[in-house]
C-alpha cells in the first residue's frame, strides 16, 4: 500500500520521493509551472485554498523554509498557522500524539512537517484523521521532498531532456535528506548519470543501491557535469570527528572558478541553501553567472504551491466521502 | 499429586527419547518415563494421545519488567503468558530497577516468581555494580542467591574491567553473558547499516559493531578459559567467529532471537516501529547464516528476548521508540516453523529450547529424567491457529507477529508438577 497517493492515483500526502513514479513527479512540475506564473504577477494570490487551514508544524528550527511553506499556502488563500514546537515542550511529556491530536481538534487539514527523527512524516501521516494531508518539510536525515522538486524544477528550467544529463551532488550525503530525495526523484525522471561526491565519512552505506556513482574526488567527479548540486556542510560534522576542518574540507571540496572548468561549459550550480561561503564553495561561483541558487528560491514557493494544491484536492475528496 | 500423561509421543533430546510413553509423576519429580508402572495410581490423567510431550522450555533471555517497569509488565503478568507458551524457566537480565546486583534483588524476583508459582525465574546477575563497569559485582553472594551467571548490559568501554570481572566469574565457576555490541559504534544507531537504513535514513548499526565485540571477548576468554555465553547474535560474521573458536576448544556457547531467524531488515521498511529490536535485524545473508548456526549446533539455544511495552514505547518515529518485542508467545511457534521451513530436525529445534538453554546454565532442567522436576510442555502438533489480540497473554502486545498463523499450539503446561496452563 502506498500511503501517499489515493485510490485515484493522485497526491494525497507528500511524504518522500520513495515510492513516486515519473507521472506524478512530472505532473507536479508542471503544475508548479502554472503557479510560476502566478507569482511572477501584480497580484500573487490564487483562491484555490481559502477557507482551509494549513499548520505548518516545526519540531526543528528552520526559517527559510518555514517561510516559503507560508508564502505557498497564502497565495493559495489558505490560514497558516505556526507551530514552532520545541523539543522540551515534547520532553514535558506530551507525545507527538497529543500534539497531533490538539491540533487535529483545531479542524486542521493540512500538516507540513518537519522535525529531527527520519520517518515521522510518515509516523504524522498514519495517525492523522483520514482528510488531513501531510507534506515532509524535512524528516531528520529521510527526505526534503519539496526541496528536490523546486530543484527538479530548476534543472528543467534550464536543461531539457533529464536522459541527456550528468547530475552531481557533492558534499554530506550521509546526514543529508536532501541528497536522498534528489537521487530517487533524479532517477524516477531518468536522469542520464548521477554521482555523488564526498569523502568516505560523509557517503552512506550501499549508496550505490540507491543508482548513484560514488567518487571521493571533486576533480574527477565534476568532470563533464550538466548540474553541480553542493550540499550544505554542518559546523557538528566536525565535532563528530567526520572531518578534520573546514579548511581541509574546503581544500578537497570547495567549488572555485577554476575547478568548474571541468565540467560541461554550462553546467549550472546549485546549492539548497544557506551557504557557507568559503566552506563549500567560494563567493565567486556562488554569485556568478552560473550559479541559479536564487532562482531556486522563488521556484520553491511555486513548488510548493503546486504539492499543497494538489494534496488537498485529494484531502478534500475524502472529508466529502465522509460526511456522506 | 500423583499423575498420569498418557499416550503422547515423547520427545526428550536430553535422554535421546522419541517414542510414545507415558510419564509418571509425582511430588512435583517425573518418577518415570515408561509404558507402564507398577502400582502407580494416578490422580489425574491427562490425555495426551495424537500430542507432543516435551520438557518445559527454557528462555534465556525474558525481560519481565519488575522491579521498576510495572507499567511495561510484571513477574506475574509474564509467568502467566509464559505458561501459555510452554516456557517453565525464564532466564531475567540484570537492567532492572534496581538492577540485579544484590542478593536482595535476586531474591525479590525469585519470591515474586514463587508466589505467582508459573515459572521458574532464574535472575541473570549484573557483572559490575550498577552495570556501570566501575566495580566487580558481588559475585558470590549473588550466585548464593540463585543467579546463574553474571552479565553486562550495556556499555563496557573498559577492557581491563572486562578482563577483571572475567576472571573473577571464573573464579565462582558463574558463566559470563555476553551481549556483544560495541557501544561506540552501536550507539547512535537504530537499525542494520545497510541498504535499508540508507533509503529511510536511519543511523546504522554495522555488524561490526557486533564482530568487534565477539573478537574482544574472545581474545579475553582464550586468555582467561572463563565459560562465556553469547547471546542474542545477529550476524553471519560472529557466528562464523563463534564456530571457529567452538572449533579452537573455547568453552563458548551462544543463542539467538527466534525473531532474527524469521525476519530481516526488509521488515522496517514502512517504518513499522514493532520491528524495532536490538540487536536490530539484518540481512537475508545473516538471517540464512543465524539458521546454519542453529542448525550446526554453534548456536545451542533460541531464546526470545522477551521485552513488553506499553502500546505509547511504540507509537512515535522509529528510531524514537522503545526497542524490543514481545517474544514469550511466540518462541516455541516461530522454532516450529524453523523446523518446518528449514528442515532442522524436530529433535533438534526441541533441544534448542530445552536442553541446550539447561546446559549453558548447568541446571537440572529441560529433561524428563526420572528425578528431575516435572516441568512439561504438551503440544497438539496439528492445532492451527491465530496471534491475535485474544490469544496473546502477555501484557506487552508490541509484536510483528500479531496476525501470524502458526501450526502446533500447546495445550498444558506442568511447573513441578502442577498444571499451569490449559488451552481448553
Known amino acids: ?324 | 499429586m500423583k499423575m498420569r500423561i498418557s499416550g503422547g509421543r515423547v520427545l526428550d533430546p536430553a535422554n535421546g527419547i522419541d517414542e510414545n510413553l507415558d510419564i509418571f509423576i509425582g511430588d512435583g519429580k517425573i518418577l518415570a518415563v515408561a509404558a507402564e508402572l507398577d502400582g502407580f495410581n494416578a490422580e489425574h490423567d491427562i490425555d495426551a494421545s495424537g500430542r507432543w510431550v516435551i520438557p518445559g522450555l527454557i528462555d534465556l533471555s525474558a525481560r519481565l519488567r519488575e522491579p521498576g517497569h510495572e507499567h511495561k509488565a510484571t513477574i506475574e503478568s509474564e509467568t502467566r503468558a509464559a505458561a501459555a507458551a510452554g516456557i517453565t524457566t525464564l532466564c531475567c537480565p540484570p537492567d532492572t530497577n534496581p538492577i540485579i546486583d544484590t542478593p536482595a534483588v535476586a531474591e525479590l524476583i525469585q519470591n515474586r516468581a514463587e508466589q505467582a508459582g508459573y515459572a521458574n525465574v532464574l535472575p541473570i546477575a549484573a557483572l559490575t555494580q550498577g552495570l556501570k563497569s566501575e566495580q566487580l559485582s558481588e559475585m558470590a553472594a549473588l550466585k548464593q542467591a540463585g543467579c546463574p551467571a553474571v552479565a553486562n548490559v550495556g556499555p563496557l568501554a573498559n577492557t581491563q574491567i572486562q578482563r577483571l570481572a572475567m576472571e573473577y566469574a571464573q573464579t565462582h565457576k558463574l558463566t559470563v553473558f555476553i551481549n556483544p555490541q560495541d557501544y561506540w559504534l552501536g550507539k547512535h544507531g537504530c537499525a542494520h547499516e545497510g541498504k535499508v537504513s540508507t533509503r529511510l535514513g536511519l543511523p546504522g548499526i554495522p555488524v561490526a559493531a557486533e564482530t568487534a565485540a565477539v573478537a574482544r571477548d574472545l581474545a579475553l576468554i582464550e586468555l582467561i578459559g572463563v565459560k562465556a555465553h553469547f547471546t542474542r547474535l545477529s550476524t553471519l560474521r560472529a557466528v562464523r567467529m563463534i564456530a571457529r573458536a567452538q572449533y579452537d576448544g573455547l568453552p563458548v556457547t551462544a543463542d539467538v532471537c527466534a525473531h532474527q531467524l524469521h525476519l530481516t531488515e526488509m521488515d522496517i521498511s514502512d517504518y513499522d516501529s514493532l520491528c524495532h529490536v536490538i540487536p536490530p535485524l539484518r540481512t537475508q545473508r545473516d538471517r540464512d547464516g543465524l539458521r546454519e548456526g542453529v542448525k550446526q549446533n554453534v548456536i545451542q539455544a533460541i531464546c526470545s528476548d522477551h521485552q513488553p511495552h506499553e502500546a505509547d514505547a511504540k507509537l512515535a518515529p522509529f528510531c524514537s521508540t522503545q526497542p524490543g518485542i514481545s517474544a514469550l508467545e511466540t518462541l516455541l511457534p516461530l522454532s516450529l516453523r524453523l523446523h518446518e521451513e528449514d528442515n532442522l530436525p524436530l529433535s533438534e529445534t526441541i533441544r534448542r529450547l530445552t536442553s541446550g538453554p539447561a546446559h549453558i546454565l548447568n541446571i537440572d532442567a529441560g529433561n524428563l529424567s526420572p528425578g528431575s522436576p516435572a516441568d512439561i510442555c504438551i503440544i497438539d502438533p496439528e492445532r492451527i491457529w491465530r496471534l491475535d489480540q485474544n490469544s496473546i497473554q502477555s501484557q506487552g502486545r508490541n509484536t510483528p507477529f500479531m496476525g501470524w498463523e502458526f501450526k502446533g499450539r500447546v495445550t498444558h503446561t506442568l511447573y513441578r508438577g502442577n498444571i499451569v496452563y490449559t488451552l481448553d
Do not use: W
Not at chain 1, 515510492?19 to 506564473?37: H, P, W
Open chain 1, 1 to 324: 500500500m502506498n500511503l501517499q497517493v489515493d485510490e485515484n492515483g493522485r497526491l494525497r500526502h507528500f511524504l518522500s520521493i520513495d515510492g513516486l513514479n515519473r507521472d506524478i513527479l512530472t505532473d507536479i512540475l508542471d503544475t508548479a509551472e502554472s503557479f510560476a506564473g502566478v507569482t511572477e504577477q501584480s497580484i500573487k494570490k490564487v483562491p484555490l485554498l481559502r477557507g482551509k487551514t494549513i499548520v505548518n508544524l516545526f519540531f526543528e528550527p528552520s526559517t527559510r523554509t518555514r517561510t516559503t511553506f507560508e508564502l505557498a499556502a497564502k497565495r493559495l488563500s489558505a490560514d497558516v498557522l505556526n507551530m514552532n514546537v520545541s523539543v522540551s515542550a515534547t520532553t514535558k511529556g506530551e507525545t507527538l500524539l497529543d500534539t497531533l491530536r490538539n491540533l487535529e481538534a483545531m479542524h486542521t487539514d493540512m500538516f507540513v512537517v518537519r522535525h529531527v527523527d527520519s520517518g515521522a512524516a510518515h509516523f504524522i501521516a498514519t495517525h492523522s484523521q483520514p482528510h488531513i494531508s501531510v507534506i515532509n518539510a524535512g524528516d531528520g536525515r529521510h527526505e526534503h521532498p519539496t526541496q528536490a522538486m523546486l530543484d527538479m524544477f530548476t534543472i528543467r528550467r534550464h536543461k531539457q531532456d533529464f536522459r541527456e544529463l550528468t547530475v552531481v551532488i557533492v558534499g554530506d550525503i550521509l546526514h543529508s535528506r536532501v541528497a536522498r530525495s534528489q537521487i530517487l526523484a533524479l532517477n524516477a525522471l531518468g536522469t542520464g548519470e548521477i554521482r555523488v561526491v564526498a569523502p568516505r565519512t560523509l557517503i552512506p552505506a550501499e549508496i550505490d543501491s540507491l543508482g548513484v556513482q560514488v567518487h571521493h574526488h571533486l576533480q574527477s567527479g565534476i568532470r563533464d557535469a550538466d548540474v553541480i548540486i553542493m550540499l550544505r556542510l554542518q559546523n557538528e560534522r566536525m565535532q563528530g570527528a567526520l572531518l578534520p576542518s573546514e579548511h581541509e574540507y574546503f581544500q578537497l571540496y570547495g567549488l572555485t572558478e577554476e575547478r568548474l572548468r571541468v565540467a560541461k561549459s554550462d553546467a549550472i550550480v546549485m546549492h539548497p541553501g544557506p551557504i557557507n561561503r568559503g566552506v563549500e564553495m567560494d563567493s565567486q561561483v556562488a554569485d556568478g553567472s552560473r550559479s541559479v541558487i536564487l532562482q531556486q528560491v522563488s521556484y520553491g514557493i511555486a513548488v510548493r504551491m503546486a504539492v499543497m494544491s494538489m494534496a488537498m484536492r485529494s484531502g478534500q475528496q475524502r472529508k466529502g466521502d465522509e460526511s456522506q
